[in-house]
């Protein structure tokens, strides 16, 4: 829902910003990871995929590319897909 994608994108913010706090990333990592392909054709899910892709460390963000590589086809034929 709106109101929870942005409260996760504040945290993905706050957590990934010019100090990354590296433990508490990785716990995000490890809960958005699974769901990256259905985020990414959510209107308001993409802006948390987003998000990672602009705050969380370099070395820690292929979890996201790996996703959208593997499920390029699915993602890019949805309606909502970015």
């Not at 913010?13 to 259905?38: F, M």
């Amino acid at each position: 829902n709106l109101h929870g994608t942005r409260s996760v994108q504040k945290f993905i913010e706050v957590c990934g910003g010019d100090a990354p706090t590296l433990s508490q990333i990785d716990i995000v990592i490890n809960q958005l990871a699974p769901h990256v392909t259905k985020m990414s054709m959510d209107t308001n899910g993409n802006h948390v995929v987003q998000r990672c892709l602009q705050y969380v460390p370099r070395d820690r963000v292929g979890f996201v590319y790996h996703t959208v590589v593997r499920d390029v086809l699915v993602i890019t034929r949805h309606r909502h897909g970015c």
